[in-house]
């Protein structure tokens, strides 16, 4: 596994804060000078999130790790999540709560991988805080063992003028689902996150977002593509709440995925719930190709809920 790491670690500049199997090893963050850096153990309980699997994460986690970045970072912010088993499945925790303080800047990358002959199995929960008028970069890239299965949550809290810049990749694994939760709680803050997903024989990736816009003015883009081959199969669920005083909301949506397979499946589900006087969204385009002399080119495919009451629009176009 050390060479594995070092592979990562050298390839990539950057403060690595490394949990493998895990085990975390905060050697490569000590030495951040604008960050606090502590574990579980040390400090207080993490937030447990009110969902089954981070409740697995709680009853099953060795330890977990806490850092508030104070300033900015000379370089980016590394998590590398590694898994390696031998002779026998395994199962292993992660858990990460990350602030980045008033008006600070960091760059953050999130490294997934994973090897080994037996199975496992590895649930994975990080919580960033963006305080006000901070901006987090951040990159998620997951290339597990085909076979391995991973579940992992990433939740957001944005602050008021606070900037999120976010790109998901996921390449490898045999079962993974990836949860986005972004909660917009401060007036004219933005999040833009775009994700990729490259799949092939027996794989299953699975990606569901939600941002809950609380306040307004404020705006959140996503776009998520897909490329799918072999008789792979792909999620994306996508789901925007505009809660009440939410106005002048910006949200949009979209999805693309090209499918080199008769074999391969995508399910796309777009969800838009608007309860504000005074919003707007641009709905998902939502685009699904073959490699064939003809192609299904379809449209919003979505549940509207307007002022609690709730419609299904289905419009779709072949070519």
Not at 28 to 35: H, P, S
Not at 119 to 143: E, F, G, K, M, P
Not at 166 to 174: A, H, R, V
Request: charged letters at 20%; proline letters at 3%.
């Amino acid at each position: 596994m050390s060479a594995r790491i070092a592979a990562v670690t050298k390839s990539i500049d950057a403060h690595w804060l490394i949990i493998a199997n895990g085990q975390i090893n905060l050697s490569g963050v000590a030495e951040i000078g604008e960050a606090k850096v502590e574990l579980f153990s040390d400090g207080g309980a993490p937030f447990v999130l009110d969902r089954p699997l981070a409740d697995l994460n709680a009853a099953l986690l060795h330890d977990g790790v806490r850092i508030r970045l104070t300033g900015n970072p000379d370089k980016a912010l590394g998590l590398l999540i590694i898994d390696e088993t031998a002779d026998s499945a395994g199962v292993t925790q992660a858990n990460i709560e990350l602030t980045i303080d008033t008006e600070c800047e960091a760059e953050i990358i999130e490294y997934q991988i994973s090897a080994g002959p037996a199975d496992h199995y590895c649930n994975s929960i990080v919580s960033l805080n963006i305080c006000d008028a901070a901006t987090a970069r951040y990159v998620r890239l997951q290339n597990r063992k085909l076979g391995h299965v991973q579940t992992g949550r990433l939740s957001v809290v944005l602050g008021k003028r606070s900037q999120l810049d976010m790109l998901s990749i996921d390449l490898g694994g045999g079962l993974i689902r990836n949860d986005v939760d972004i909660d917009i709680a401060g007036p004219e803050s933005s999040a833009t996150f775009n994700g990729l997903y490259l799949t092939g024989d027996d794989q299953h990736i699975d990606n569901h977002t939600r941002v809950d816009h609380r306040v307004g003015p404020a705006v959140s883009v996503q776009e998520y593509r897909g490329i799918l081959t072999g008789n792979s199969r792909a999620v994306w669920n996508g789901k925007v709440v505009v809660h009440q005083g939410a106005d002048g909301t910006d949200a949009t949506q979209a999805n693309h995925n090209l499918l080199l397979s008769e074999r391969a499946e995508i399910n796309p589900k777009p969800e838009l719930e608007i309860y504000a006087m005074m919003s707007s969204a641009h709905m998902v385009r939502r685009s699904v190709s073959w490699m064939k002399p003809r192609s299904i080119i379809c449209e919003p495919a979505v549940w509207i809920t307007i002022r609690r009451k709730r419609f299904w629009c289905m419009p779709s176009r072949l070519t």
